[in-house]
């Protein structure tokens, strides 16, 4: 019999806001991991464990008095949905101090180690009163959902000490952790105190799974283990033993629900986007579409740019840059900032080559996601140049969904670059002459090799959509389930 799913993550499946007549409304939770996750909803019997992220998200919590409550996903499936309401300060502590400003940071080699990070006593406050005690009221959640019959899918990097919380209490517990984000090499997890690195390790490892995008990713995992907490790994170089327990660490690439692309494809509102594009389109498009993120490396993408334009003063007035930028965690200031000099460097570049009406850089800051389906289609180049990424979810979506034989100009530091490379062009993403170089090679491509590309990798993402990443978890709960667990 399947398991009942708990999923857990700090980003829900959808978060509630008011519409302008005052009406509840709930939309879509933002980020690739809550639409990719979206596609279990449809399968199983599951509870969806989250953190209440708007105001209108904590009033729903109150109405719950905490407990988990029956929701229905957009296509109609049903789950139960627990919101949990924490501390403001303690919330801040863990999201804004802990997992996105320093977890983060580090797992995307974003730290410049010279000057960063400084860790004060405000870093340790938020340790200890906001990650350890938001994980704690996640573990809580979780027990108290937690039968024989369920399994429990942590999500991600907010979540890293929960998993031992809930083993202390349930030691015959089914959990398993998916990790989105690169995992560092065991030396760069040096800059964080022994202690908090140590702590994350282990939480990890109170784990029956520990899941990667990339091979990569799993085995830097594996030998930060060995190296950080002394855990023994076995021969096949994937099961650590760690504290008399067995812990499997994989790789399973995530994907997009390629039937719910395919129907955006004809969208209304993705239509008329696209018409507003084809107005303006110039001769060759070039696209990118990121959260405003120091790790997807948007300023040296415009660098990039403007050196394409330098080198190549015969694609002036013939190309444009359309980049559609989703504002992301704007309560951090390296955000802020990052935003701010992001769209100074495009205005700097659109100042230097404007002419005759034409404007290099066609900057969008907000979040339009019709608008960004619309620019899949009609890109002739996808820049995706991320400093690191655990997968990079928009390379595969403009992949399936370009409707113009476009090439994916990728980061070889992006997840998935480890299945697209032969169809992509790759790009070093601190290199700007590579990466001028490759938006140059992949806009002049001889018109049968793009179109061999395009449709070869628009195929591999048919094939391996969210379904085959869906049952690779699945198939882990399955196999763990076999053995007779006690919780
Ligand atoms: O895995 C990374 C992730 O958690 C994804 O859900 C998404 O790409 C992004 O980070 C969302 O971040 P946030 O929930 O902070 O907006």
Same mark, same amino acid.
């Given at each position: ?321 359309? /980049? ?30 404007? /002419? ?38 928009? /390379? ?92």
């Amino acid at each position: 019999m399947a398991r009942r799913l708990i999923v857990v993550s700090n980003r829900g499946p959808l978060s509630y806001g008011r519409d302008p007549s005052g009406a509840r409304v709930a939309r879509r939770g933002g980020g690739g991991l809550a639409t990719a996750l979206r596609g279990l909803l449809r399968r199983d019997d599951v509870t969806w464990i989250a953190s209440a992220m708007t105001d209108e998200d904590r009033a729903v919590a109150a109405e719950a008095g905490g407990a988990s409550f029956a929701e229905e996903g957009r296509d109609g499936s049903s789950f139960r949905l627990r919101l949990l309401a924490h501390p403001p300060a303690a919330y801040a502590g863990f999201y804004d101090t802990v997992a996105n400003g320093a977890l983060w940071f580090l797992q995307h080699y974003l730290w410049g180690l010279a000057s960063e990070p400084e860790l004060g006593a405000d870093f340790h406050a938020a340790w200890r009163d906001g990650y350890e005690r938001v994980n704690e009221t996640f573990a809580d959640a979780v027990l108290a959902e937690l039968d024989d019959d369920a399994a429990v899918c942590f999500h991600d990097y907010h979540l890293y000490l929960a998993p031992a919380f809930v083993r202390a209490a349930r030691p015959g517990a089914l959990l398993t952790h998916f990790v989105h984000i690169p995992w560092p090499d065991a030396e760069y997890w040096h800059a964080l105190p022994e202690a908090y690195r140590s702590a994350v390790h282990r939480g990890l490892l109170a784990n029956d799974v520990v899941g990667f995008h990339t091979e990569r990713w799993r085995d830097n995992f594996v030998e930060a283990c060995r190296e950080l907490v002394g855990a023994d790994v076995a021969d096949d170089g994937t099961t650590v033993r760690f504290e008399d327990r067995e812990v499997r660490a994989v790789a399973h690439p995530i994907s997009i629900d390629v039937e719910e692309f395919e129907a955006l494809r004809d969208d209304a509102a993705v239509l008329e986007e696209e018409r507003a594009i084809l107005a303006r389109r110039p001769e060759y498009l070039v696209v990118r579409v990121d959260r405003t993120d120091p790790s997807k490396n948007i300023i040296r993408g415009f660098r990039a740019f403007e050196l394409l334009l330098e080198e190549h003063p015969e694609l002036r007035g013939r190309v444009v840059m359309l /980049a559609l930028l989703d504002p992301s965690r704007q309560t951090l200031r390296a955000y802020e900032d990052y935003l701010e000099r992001a769209s100074a460097e495009a205005q700097r570049v659109n100042e230097r080559f404007a /002419a005759d009406g034409w404007q290099p850089v066609d900057l969008h800051v907000r979040d339009n996601f019709p608008q960004t389906v619309a620019a899949y289609k009609q890109f002739d180049v996808l820049l995706v140049n991320a400093i690191y990424d655990g997968m990079n979810l928009v /390379a595969k979506e403009g992949a399936f969904v370009n409707t113009r034989d476009g090439l994916v100009v990728l980061s070889e530091n992006a997840g998935a670059h480890a299945e697209l490379a032969e169809w992509v062009v790759s790009a070093n993403p601190f290199d700007l002459e590579d990466q001028a170089e490759g938006l140059y090679r992949a806009l002049t491509m001889p018109a049968e090799e793009r179109r061999r590309r395009s449709s070869a990798a628009a195929a591999y993402v048919r094939e391996h959509d969210i379904d085959a990443w869906v049952d690779a978890q699945l198939d882990e709960i399955a196999r763990l389930s076999g053995a007779s667990r006690a919780v």
